[in-house]
């Protein structure tokens, strides 16, 4: 894979509560040194203007480059166009299914459809619970696909200290995947728990 390549992620933010995760994503990225390309959905900028005191021109500021949801002919809707991967941070039920369908009706979904057939990591932090059983099938199917399915639970070995801390050591880890390291993220073995090597 070229530096370019290694240097791009594809970030999408979904209608789902928790659109914190996808802004420290953003956030994480920057200061990875690695160019985000946004896709909000449209039930997105609801979510945004619930949970944020931010517009939507201030969350697509924090990437590098955005698109509108039915921009079909983005550079990301294209497996020619090369990244690391995708993540959706949340990723909807709806969203979710319409990835494991193949059958896409907006640029988020056809940028993660792109990111599976390019056998790239698609990475969905899936906001939803309880689950059913429908549910369960379709992260199985995008499991078999070849997605990773990420939901943001609090990592309490952390010892968090605040919501931000949970959300961080979340989208840190979500991260790992691309082989990117956040620093913020706390690792068990090297900055809590046991220290390797100890008896």
């Known amino acids: 894979m070229t530096d370019t390549a290694r240097s791009r992620l594809v970030v999408g933010i979904s209608g789902a509560s928790g659109v914190a995760y996808g802004l420290r994503t953003l956030d994480a990225c920057r200061e990875l040194g690695v160019e985000t390309h946004l896709i909000l959905s449209r039930a997105a900028a609801l979510t945004i203007a619930q949970e944020t005191a931010l517009s939507l021109s201030d969350v697509q500021g924090r990437a590098d480059v955005h698109y509108k949801a039915g921009d079909v002919g983005a550079a990301v809707a294209s497996g020619s166009f090369r990244t690391l991967g995708m993540i959706i941070a949340p990723c ?47 992260m199985v199917q995008l499991a078999e696909m070849g997605a990773i399915i990420a939901p943001p639970l609090p990592a309490f070995y952390a010892n968090p200290a605040s919501l931000e801390d949970m959300v961080d050591q979340s989208v840190g880890r ?26």
Do not use: C, N, Q, Y
């Not at 990475?123 to 619970?129: A, F, H, I, K, P």
């Open 92 to 138: 909807s039920v709806r969203t979710m299914s319409e990835i494991a369908t193949g059958v896409t009706s907006s640029l988020l979904t056809r940028a993660a459809d792109v990111t599976l057939k390019e056998r790239r990591s698609l990475v969905l932090m899936v906001r939803e619970t309880p689950l059913h059983l429908g549910h369960l099938r379709t």
């Open 174 to 199: 979500a991260l790992d995947p691309f082989g990117l390291s956040w620093a913020r993220v706390r690792r068990w073995g090297e900055d809590v728990g046991p220290v390797s090597g100890d008896t």
